[in-house]
């Protein structure tokens, strides 16, 4: 639709006809209509258009204008509500002048029309406009309108809130161990079953502990799951939301869960997870307590069947974690430090788009015991980086091998032991902290 008038009539259409369905609900609603009406939990019928209504949702600077010299349109000068007089009337203009294209985009439309045009189907047009609801734009609209007070902003500036569309390592970017790949699996199809899993009673599931060393592929992971899935992925630090305002935090804590209610169905992933633990046993400010205690509510409070809340928590230091946390979870997915393997097939991903000369990605992965993905990039940015220097962008095997020396020194005058046989060591990070930069 481009011609104004037929995007305002479409918009009134799209109104009369999800009030006469009362059987259609707000996944029925293109964006930009259920923008206008939703208030973020429900949709009370009858929705009623204002002009501003269609202004903000289509960009229409003057949708009264658009449409007041046709014989079917009335507003209502008192509280500007735009109405079909005539809906029949309104139908036949409609339907002679749209698009297939546009009611494909539109499944309130398409629930009634779909027979009316070619290669439309309510089903597709649903299954389509599903995912909007993760899209920047729709994140925006909805954490300004809920999130308004300057309170409010501040709390928001702690959140780190990305629409899948702006995830940039996906699934097929990570190498997994077969049990990250079984759990992620079951997530997957629990998401997509989760009206079943409610109906037989299920709802002990959604709960995701990740543990493991840094640079394991904790965070990356949780961000390809909610972009494989289309679901915003909405990010916080337990140090973040605690040392900033101390007495804030239990409130932080509370708009943390109601950010990801709103945004439901969303991914809730809260990392330094261990910093629950640490802040209960210390002797700390009332406050913290206080905010621990909320967060354990939270967590019991929020589901994914009920709330379509995904929550994944991570640490690096599950040793700290105590009893009350730790069973709030129903899976623990272990990251460990990749084995030999893995790192091959590691190097094999990260060097995708590079030409190495005699490139044996074994010899690597069999010298780099004890590196992590992270550190794995970081061996390889070291040395596409010295290349440079060279002015060569054709690595060589050398080259690696050198950045893997070079990488060692560094590591070892941290006091770092890289080589460790201990399998006790591969879970705990404690001790093995490597604060590399390894977020992007
Ligand atoms: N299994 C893996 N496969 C591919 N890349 C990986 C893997 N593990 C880590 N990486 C790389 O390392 C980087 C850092 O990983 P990430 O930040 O997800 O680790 P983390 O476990 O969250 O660490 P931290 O505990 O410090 O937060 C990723 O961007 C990714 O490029
Ligand atoms: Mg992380």
């Given at each position: ?168 390592m996906t699934l097929d970017d990570l190498v997994l161990t077969e049990d990250q790949e079984d759990e992620i699996q079951k997530i997957v199809k629990a ?16 709960k995701l502990l990740f543990v493991g060393p840094p640079g394991t592929g904790k965070t990356t992971a949780s961000r390809a799951l909610a972009e494989e899935l ?37 991914i809730?992933f ?40 995904l929550?994944i928590g991570a640490t690096n230091?599950p ?10 979870f129903d899976e623990i997915v272990h990251f460990p430090r990749p084995d030999?393997d893995m790192r091959?097939e590691i190097?094999?991903v ?22 992590t993905g992270s ?51 591969l879970v ?13």
């Open positions: 639709m481009t011609e104004p008038a037929l995007d305002v009539v479409g918009f009134l259409l799209t109104a009369r006809t999800f009030n006469d369905h009362t059987e259609l609900d707000a996944g029925d609603l293109p964006p930009a209509v259920r923008r206008a009406v939703w208030d973020g939990t429900e949709i009370q019928r009858p929705i009623v258009i204002s002009t501003e209504d269609i202004r903000e949702g289509t960009a229409i600077e003057d949708p009264w204008g658009a449409v007041s010299n046709l014989m079917f349109t009335e507003r209502d000068e008192f509280n500007g509500e735009l109405r079909l007089a005539e809906p029949s009337m309104a139908e036949s203009w409609f339907l002679e002048r749209v698009s297939a294209e546009a009611i494909a985009d539109n499944p309130t439309l398409a629930y009634v029309y779909e027979e009316q045009f070619e290669d439309v189907s309510y089903e597709a047009a649903r299954e389509e406009n599903r995912s909007i609801r993760a899209d920047r734009v729709w994140i925006d609209a909805l954490l300004e309108e809920y999130f308004q007070e300057e309170e409010d902003q501040d709390m928001l500036d702690l959140v780190d809130i990305r629409a899948p569309e702006e995830i940039e998401i997509e079953y989760r009206d079943y899993l409610g109906s037989i009673g299920l709802r002990e599931i959604g289309d679901l915003p992925f909405v990010e916080v630090k337990l140090s973040m939301i605690t040392s900033q305002y101390l007495g804030e935090t239990a409130k932080n804590v509370d708009k943390v869960f109601e950010v990801a209610k709103r945004l439901a169905p969303c809730l809260i990392d330094e997870f261990d910093f629950v633990a640490k802040t209960r046993r210390s002797d700390e400010h009332a406050a913290i307590k206080r905010a621990v205690n909320t967060l354990l509510k939270s967590i019991d409070e929020v589901s994914l069947i009920r709330d379509d809340v929550l230091h040793d700290e974690l105590d009893a009350a946390a730790w069973r709030r030999e091959r190097l094999e990260i060097t995708r788009r590079m030409e190495i000369a005699e490139f044996d990605p074994g010899a690597v992965a069999a010298k780099t015991e004890g590196l550190d794995l990039r970081l061996v390889l940015r070291e040395a596409v980086l010295d290349a440079l220097t060279e002015n060569r962008q054709a690595l060589t095997q050398r080259d690696l091998l050198d950045a893997i020396a070079e990488f060692e020194e560094r590591d070892s005058l941290r006091g770092l032991n890289m080589i460790d046989d201990d399998p006790a060591a705990a990070g404690g001790g093995h902290d490597h604060d590399h930069d390894h977020d992007h």
